[in-house]
C-alpha cells in the first residue's frame, strides 16, 4: 500500500495525464547545446542550397560534354524504348479472338 501511495505521489508531480498530448504534456526544455545542433543543420543546408543553385557546368560545357558518350545514349534510349514497348499489350484483331472457331473448313 506504502508503495502505491508513493507512485501517485511521484506520478502527480511529473504531468497529470498522457505524457506526449494535451494541456499538460511534458515539454523539453530547450538547452544551448540543441540550439547549436539547429544553426549548424540551417548552415549546412545553406551550403547545399548553394552548391546547387551555382552548377560546376556553364551551359555551354553541359551541352557538349556528353558528345563522346552519345553511342552509349542512343542505346539507352533504345532500351528504354523496348521497355515502354514490353510493357504494352500487343494488337488483337477480331480474327485472332475467333480463330478458335473456325478449326475446320469443310466448304472450302
Known amino acids: 500500500m506504502f508503495l502505491t ?11 497529470k495525464g498522457s505524457m506526449h498530448r494535451g494541456k499538460y504534456r511534458y515539454v523539453r526544455p530547450i538547452k544551448m547545446k540543441d540550439m547549436n545542433l539547429l544553426r549548424e543543420e540551417y548552415e549546412r543546408e545553406e551550403r547545399v542550397m548553394g552548391l546547387l543553385m551555382n552548377p560546376y557546368l556553364s551551359a555551354e560545357e553541359s ?16 532500351i528504354k524504348e523496348m521497355r515502354r514497348l514490353k510493357k ?20 472450302d
Do not use: C, P
Open 5 to 15: 501511495l508513493v507512485q501517485n505521489v511521484m506520478r502527480r508531480q511529473l504531468f
Open 63 to 78: 551541352r557538349g560534354h556528353t558528345a563522346v558518350h552519345d553511342k552509349s545514349y542512343k542505346r539507352y534510349l533504345e
Open 88 to 107: 504494352l499489350k500487343e494488337n488483337i484483331t477480331l480474327e485472332d479472338r475467333l480463330k478458335h472457331l473456325s478449326f475446320r473448313d469443310v466448304w
